[in-house]
């Protein structure tokens, strides 16, 4: 659990389908689709700003 005390250390999330990390609230747990989510969302906002300039 090393990756759990350096997430909660620096504040950040952590990528796992681990249903037990999910279950608490110390560290914000991001399970595979919400990562990809994240990603979609990224990659859209990319091509919208490009279309702007």
């Known amino acids: 659990m090393d990756y ?7 504040g950040v999330s952590i990528w796992s389908n681990d249903k037990l990390l999910k279950g608490q609230e110390a560290v914000e747990v991001l399970n595979t689709m ?14 919208e ?3 702007l300039i």
Not at 4 to 10: E, I, N, Q, R, S
Not at 34 to 47: A, D, Q, T
Request: hydrophobic share 60%; charged share 15%; glycine share 4%.
């Open 49 to 51: 700003c490009l279309y």
């Open 4 to 10: 759990f005390a350096l997430a909660l250390k620096l």
């Open 34 to 47: 919400e990562v990809m989510g994240f990603w979609r969302i990224s990659n859209f906002l990319k091509c």
